[in-house]
């Protein structure tokens, strides 16, 4: 509910198509990239600070007690917060706006079709019922091929390099991943939908992580648990890394043996896999 809020105010206030987007050399394009390396900062920073630097909820519903952030040599900078911080606004941000902007950029041109609310309200509650399956769908398909041996040592090990993860660590990604990563949102250039939806897909992918990737089950202020944060499974996937490659929305793990409940034979599993696998390679 949140990013569909943000996506209708946005779409109302800050971004509604008109001609000027006909044109990538208008003030509107610098208000798309400035928009988004504003809500990323905000969302992320917010959720970091409250989380890890003041201590708000101190490890109340933390999944993993241990410290989150690390300083490494492996990390850009030697520490894990700035690295997580660049990859995630100077490239994150950044491929994020290009897919956003060339959206909007083809609906002024009328190369991109679109539905209207009141003449399609069905499409538009149907493209908001679809979205989860549609995201976790492209997720599992996109992060097994990041996990192919080229691609991985190349693009992926990026990202996990964060086994202890916060908000930061969500988009913390090469830029060939952000462009694999967000590239779901293809789907709205070829199927008509409506620039809220687009929004509000963007939002999920691209502002989602800082949730799923902040280590708590929820936030809690005062004493009361008020949002859903972090994805155990995705939480299990950074530790044990072959596995959980899909999101719970949809059972591609489960229909491709991949799954991890987080109990102790999933994890036995998990490692015997990797060890057969080491053994094939060296053979």
């Not at 991109?112 to 989860?132: K, N, R, S």
Request: contains cysteine; positive net charge.
């Amino acid at each position: 509910m949140l990013f569909l809020a943000m996506a209708v105010l946005v779409h109302k206030y800050l971004l509604p198509v008109s001609e000027q987007m006909k044109s990538l050399a208008g003030s509107w394009v610098a208000l798309v990239f400035l928009s988004n390396f504003l809500f990323m900062l905000i969302i992320a920073g917010s959720l970091h600070l409250f989380l890890f630097t003041f201590r708000l909820q101190g490890k109340q519903l933390k999944y993993d007690h241990r410290e989150s952030h690390e300083l490494s040599r492996k990390f850009t900078f030697h520490s894990q917060v700035r690295d997580n911080m660049f990859w995630s606004l100077v490239s994150g941000s950044t491929i994020w706006s290009i897919y956003e902007m060339l959206y909007f950029h083809g609906v002024a041109r009328g190369a991109i079709p679109t539905v209207t609310l009141t003449e399609h309200p069905f499409a538009f509650v149907l493209w908001l019922l679809a979205m989860p399956i549609i995201t976790s769908s492209h997720f599992y398909a996109i992060h097994r091929l990041l996990h192919w041996t080229p691609l991985y040592r190349t693009v992926h090990r990026l990202h996990h390099r964060n086994i202890h993860i916060g908000p930061w660590s969500g988009m913390a990604m090469h830029p060939v991943e952000h462009a694999f990563y967000i590239s779901s949102v293809l789907i709205h250039f070829i199927i008509p939908s409506h620039p809220v939806i687009l929004l509000m897909h963007l939002y999920g992918r691209c502002l989602g992580p800082a949730f799923s990737h902040s280590g708590f089950e929820k936030l809690i202020i005062g004493n009361s648990p008020v949002l859903d944060s972090a994805d155990f499974h995705h939480q299990l996937h950074h530790r044990y890394f072959e596995c959980n490659y899909g999101t719970a929305e949809t059972p591609w793990d489960q229909w491709f043996g991949t799954d991890h409940d987080g109990s102790q034979a999933a994890t036995e599993r998990v490692r015997a896999k990797v060890r057969a696998r080491a053994t094939h390679e060296h053979t």
